[in-house]
């Protein structure tokens, strides 16, 4: 039987990324933040699926399915988490 290695990763905020999980991850190549969800874990990388949008000529709206490969701290999980993390910031900052 061939041994399953649990792949670790973290966002960029430190925090672990499991599959299945929301994510807003950057793509510089639209400068654009997009949300997601992990449907795959590698080694190095992750997969997001995300749904797009874009305006069609006669001012309908199109939608699509894409994906995208990125690096783990280029995503921040959206959640409970996220909130904490920022409250904290926002409270050492006014202090």
């Not at 639209?30 to 797009?52: D, E, L, M, N, P």
């Not at 690096?71 to 900052?93: F, H, S, W, Y």
Request: proline content about 2%.
């Amino acid at each position: 039987m061939k041994d399953v290695k649990i792949i670790e990763h973290a966002d960029g905020l430190g925090q672990p990324i499991r599959i299945g999980e929301r994510v807003a991850f950057t793509w510089g190549r639209c400068r654009s933040v997009f949300v997601g969800q992990i449907i795959k874990s590698t080694a190095k990388r992750v997969r997001i699926r995300y749904v797009g949008s874009y305006t069609l000529q006669d001012g309908g709206l199109e939608t699509y399915v894409g994906y995208r490969v990125a690096q783990p701290d280029d995503c921040v999980i959206l959640g409970e988490g996220l909130q904490r993390v920022l409250t904290m910031e926002a409270l050492k900052n006014q202090l």
